[in-house]
């Protein structure tokens, strides 16, 4: 039962510290203020990261062995832990940002040893340490990005690292003779959607609280870290490819904004305002359509990536690529074609309460009950409780 009572304790841990940092946040400057490339309208608490962060860690320092592997997740997470909260109350920039991931990066790849050792589409499959490193460096700092930079709406990366999570969490109990880094991907899913649980209790819109940089860079790199370790050492059937399904929209999503500020000769690194969901939005979607579509479409990515895991590489990367086609493709052609939403007569309560009551259960209540009576119908055969 370890594993049913990690994803309780890391849930209350959130669900008790988010309220109780919110009330200190205008102190400690951690408020996130609306701006012109931000949808809220008035001033939110950004600690939702602290509980999340918090909640997670807690937990898994009393459940994971204390092996080089975990000590070096756990300090990068702190690193970068301590790197995203100093942005949340400073906003210390870009570059200090990117530093922060780095270091956490260089942690659990130079001291974890947790580096890609093979690649598809290679020649016998395995890859050299001199290119596995650096390769898995900036697969780290991409995926600690692309979850960053998702965090626009409210619920929205929470959600889609939720059902990334559970992914994860999922090929990690089906795989045969998973050991001990099979557990140890398992815990880790487990504790962090216990956060994130405690977390969108709070985040579903309207939202009381954001995660910020604090929660959205560590759910990024513990995404990234999770899917290595599935893929190159827990479950070796399984074909590399699928990682960018498992993983879904926010890879395909930041690739597409950093073309874009690339094609417009504007900082790489400067947020804007081109992602899918503030494209979604400029259709004429509302907040609570925009993040229902994104989930719906991560769905798509994560259930394609457990049904073909063990397929080829080849038709993995063109259904990817197919499914990217279709969501971007159909983007620009309504963006080029002038089409819009329009306006629309709704009445004020009852849609929004709809749409919330949705959110809700599709985020909390639906991966609560199949977590906990998943995770013990599973423990009658296995031993990761």
């Known amino acids: 039962m370890n594993n049913l009572l990690a994803l309780v304790a890391a849930m ?4 008790v510290l988010i ?14 203020r609306p ?25 898994m320092v009393f459940l994971l062995p204390p092996d080089r592997l975990v000590h070096a997740y756990l300090f990068g997470a702190l690193a970068l832990f301590f790197f995203g909260v100093w942005d949340d109350i400073f906003e210390i920039g870009h570059y200090a940002k990117f530093a922060g991931q780095l270091i956490a990066a260089l942690i659990v790849v130079l001291y974890g040893n947790l580096y890609v050792i093979s690649l598809p589409f290679v020649p016998g499959g395995e890859i050299s340490a001199a290119f596995g490193v650096p390769f898995t460096l900036v697969a780290l700092l991409g995926m600690i990005n692309a979850i960053n930079h998702s965090d626009g709406l409210d619920g929205l990366a929470g959600g889609e690292s939720l059902f990334s999570l559970g992914a994860i969490a999922l090929l990690a109990i089906l795989a045969k003779q998973a050991g001990a880094d099979g557990v140890l991907v398992f815990t880790i899913a487990v504790a962090v959607i216990g956060g994130l649980l405690g977390f969108l209790r709070y985040n579903t819109h309207p ?3 954001f995660m910020g940089d604090s929660g959205s860079q560590f759910l990024g790199y513990t995404l990234g870290c999770l899917a290595i370790l599935l893929a190159q050492k827990v479950d070796p059937r399984l074909s590399p490819t699928v990682v960018l399904l498992l993983l879904g929209l926010p890879i395909i999503d930041i690739l597409m904004v950093l073309a874009k500020r690339a094609r417009a ?6 947020a804007t305002r081109n992602h899918i969901h503030h494209r979604l939005l400029d259709l004429g979607f509302v907040h609570q359509e925009s993040v229902i579509i994104i989930y719906s479409l991560q769905m798509v990515f994560v259930t394609s990536g457990i049904l073909l895991r063990y397929e080829s590489n080849v038709l993995i990367a063109v259904v990817y690529l197919l499914f990217c086609t279709v969501v ?4 620009i052609l309504a963006e080029h074609s002038g089409w819009h939403l329009g306006e629309r007569k709704r009445q004020a309560a009852q849609p929004g309460a709809i749409s919330a009551d949705f959110l809700r259960n599709m985020l909390v209540v639906v991966p609560r009950r199949y977590l906990m009576y998943g995770v013990c119908l599973h423990d009658r055969h296995q031993s990761y409780c």
Not at 19 to 32: Q, T
Not at 328 to 331: E, I, P, R, V
């Open 12 to 15: 209350v841990i959130s669900m």
């Open 19 to 32: 309220p109780i940092m919110a009330r200190f946040a205008p102190r400690l400057g951690l408020i996130d």
């Open 328 to 331: 971007f493709g159909t983007l």
């Open 265 to 270: 000769r504007s900082n790489l690194f400067r």
């Open 207 to 209: 939202a009381r609280v």
């Open 35 to 59: 701006n012109a490339r931000k949808v809220h309208t008035v001033p939110i608490p950004r600690v939702g990261g602290i509980g999340i962060v918090l909640g997670g860690l807690t937990v």
